[in-house]
């Protein structure tokens, strides 16, 4: 089992950039891909990006591509989210997850087996 906490969320306007990180714990942070995902008020958790073990392997969402950067740091346990440009539809909880074992990582929820708390991001017009 691994737990995990982001942090980083708040309040910007529209067109200005927030970091989100999330901090593992409890196993082997360096063999778990990690995800991020959102969920707005009404809409279903939506997948955002998502990095392999070793950092070579990113996917993004193509509502996000070119805007957000995923990147880890695995000597601190650490997944960040780069968030630039950011757009009143990108208002949600974020969530890190992270799963053991998968490759290429997954870019669908169910696939994912620890989970953050999550971090409130309001992106006003």
């Known amino acids: 089992q691994v737990q995990l906490v982001e942090s980083g969320g708040g309040l910007v306007q529209a067109g200005g950039s927030l970091r989100l990180s999330c901090v593992a714990s409890?196993?082997?942070?360096?063999?778990?891909?990690m995800g991020w995902f959102r969920q707005a008020p009404g809409k279903d958790r939506d997948f955002v990006a998502t990095i392999n073990w070793s950092g070579g392997v990113r996917y993004y969402a193509d509502s996000v591509k070119g805007r957000f950067t995923i990147s880890r740091d695995n000597a601190k346990n650490t997944v960040y989210l780069q968030m630039n440009s950011l757009k009143p539809e990108d208002t949600a909880v974020y969530y890190c997850?992270?799963?053991?074992?998968?490759?290429?990582?997954?870019?669908?929820?169910?696939?994912?087996?620890?989970w953050g708390q999550g971090t409130q991001v309001t992106v006003s017009a």
């Open positions: 997850a992270a799963v053991e074992g998968w490759y290429p990582p997954p870019r669908e929820a169910r696939s994912y087996d620890s």
């Open positions: 409890g196993r082997t942070f360096s063999s778990y891909a």
